[in-house]
């Protein structure tokens, strides 16, 4: 059912009425949705779960499309191997949960990202030294001009650091209905990450630390991520955002290393292709903007590299708040800031 000048909420707090929003729980009602949008005339949006979305104005004149698929699949292929499949409308965050249910190791460190699934292969979803790419298989996704469904396997996604060819190539052209993980019942964790070591020694020194015989668990390794997350990140339900804000940049290695001759300490991590990554936050504290307030809108006091509402901030507040960070970045160390959040209605 088409609703007109639906109300939509977001992470960030925000209200915006859409013209025109459905919500499709199958393929069938997926395509009519499309199909209604073409007729519409106005543009499209497919919305996941809102989490990564920054509403400019208040009115949204599109035709804005969720997809509502449900259902998560398991399929063993192997003693340790298990494929999981789940629809595009499921809740990352309890998929990461139902697979830790199910005995699964490889979305642990992935746990609490806000969001939908169908979202995640879009931006190559990462967190303590992690990325959707490390256990994702294959996407199915409709073409939005025909409506038929299309797998493509990994290797056709150019996964890199937040991005896909969902973000450029094939922007506009597909909506991901499902994606296939690989999960094992048993591998490696993966906890060297600096915040997640120190969490997770904090616990085992804990007095009331039960920690198995076998060693760590995938759950307690979630557990540790929910905890620093949840220890940095201000909760959207309480302060309105959207997690990080912007992307860490990836410089040259000459500008990192003339960098490092002005910071010495600044963190830096070297890429496989001589690029090197350099942390956003840090950039942002050091430039001074941590904790700032412009009215109702700020970053927040204890992660530099989140844009907050502190109440009553309009998308446009939040907008120039964002515009300021940047430019304030790019003055002092001459690296420019590109946004991780999606912005409708307007451009950094």
């Known amino acids: ?61 599109a035709f804005v499309i969720q997809p509502a698929l449900t259902g998560i699949r398991y399929t063993a292929i192997a003693d340790n191997d298990v494929l999981v499949t789940a629809g595009a409308g499921e809740v990352w965050h309890q998929l990461v949960l139902a697979s830790l249910e199910q005995g699964l190791c490889g979305l642990e460190n992935l746990a609490l990202i806000p969001g939908s699934v169908g979202a995640a292969p879009i931006q190559n979803i990462g967190a303590y030294g992690v990325e959707l790419a490390d256990c994702l298989v294959s996407v199915q996704a409709m073409e939005i001009a025909s409506g038929n469904l299309r797998h493509f396997h990994k290797t056709e996604l150019q996964l890199g650091y937040r991005d896909s060819v969902f973000k450029r190539a094939l922007k506009d052209q597909y909506l991901i209905t499902e994606i296939t993980l690989l999960l094992h019942r048993q591998a490696p964790l993966k906890t060297d990450y600096d915040s997640l070591a120190k969490e997770l020694a904090k616990q085992a020194a804990a007095p009331t630390s039960a920690q198995p015989k076998s060693g760590l668990t995938a759950r307690q390794v979630a557990d540790a991520v929910m905890a620093v997350r949840r220890a940095r990140l201000p909760d959207p339900a309480v302060l309105g ?23 010495p300490a600044m963190p830096h991590y070297p890429q496989p292709d001589g690029s090197v990554k350099l942390a956003a936050g840090w950039l942002i504290e050091q430039a001074g903007m941590k904790g700032i307030r412009r009215g109702q809108a700020g970053t927040h006091e204890s992660q530099a590299l989140v844009i907050v509402n502190l109440g009553a901030a309009t998308g446009a507040d939040l907008l120039a708040v964002a515009r300021e960070v940047r430019d304030t970045v790019q003055q002092q160390f001459g690296v420019t800031l590109e946004p991780e959040v999606w912005i409708i209605g307007a451009t950094l």
């Open 241 to 263: 955002n959207a997690g990080s804000f912007f992307k860490n940049p990836v410089v040259s290695n000459a500008t990192a290393n003339a960098l490092l001759q002005r910071y």
């Open 1 to 61: 059912m088409i609703l007109p000048n639906a109300a939509l909420t977001n992470t960030f707090g925000l209200q915006v009425r859409a013209k025109q929003f459905v919500q499709a729980h199958s393929l069938d009602s997926l395509r009519t949705a499309l199909v209604e949008a073409q007729r519409s005339n106005l543009p499209l949006l497919i919305l996941g779960g809102g989490s990564n979305f920054l509403f400019v104005a208040p009115q949204l004149d």
